[in-house]
């Protein structure tokens, strides 16, 4: 008998299918908790925050511009910088936080 045989003739037949779906089973509500739940949950807030903008309110680009809100429509916000104004993307505004008046006004 060689090697692989032996292997096969030890492995018990699967008579308990049971604990595989136990594994499996699990294994799907580790994923679902720890990297689903927590990721739908941060895209739930995200898009409550960008709902939520109004005139008036500072905020910063995923760039990193950090601007006050002149105009908002369906998929733009126009936003007063330093220098003038620029329109960017709504999905460009970062939902992780606040634009300080320094930084817009260009003060360090």
């Known amino acids: 008998m060689n090697f692989m045989t032996s292997l096969f003739l030890q492995a018990s037949p699967a008579a ?3 604990s595989t779906l136990v594994f499996i089973v699990g294994t799907m509500m580790v994923f679902y908790f720890f ?3 927590p990721q739908l949950k941060k895209q739930k807030e ?3 925050f960008r709902e939520a903008i109004a005139k008036g309110d500072r ?3 995923v760039g990193g511009i950090h601007g ?3 105009d908002i429509n369906d ?3 126009l936003l007063q910088i330093d220098k003038g ?3 960017v993307d709504l ?3 970062s939902a992780d936080g606040a634009a300080s008046e320094d930084a817009i006004n260009g003060k360090s």
């Open 91 to 93: 999905a460009g505004v």
């Open 16 to 18: 308990g299918g049971g």
């Open 75 to 77: 998929k733009t916000v």
């Open 59 to 61: 905020v910063v680009t």
């Open 85 to 87: 104004s620029m329109r």
């Open 46 to 48: 995200t898009r409550k």
């Open 35 to 37: 990297i689903m739940r």
């Open 68 to 70: 006050k809100v002149l």
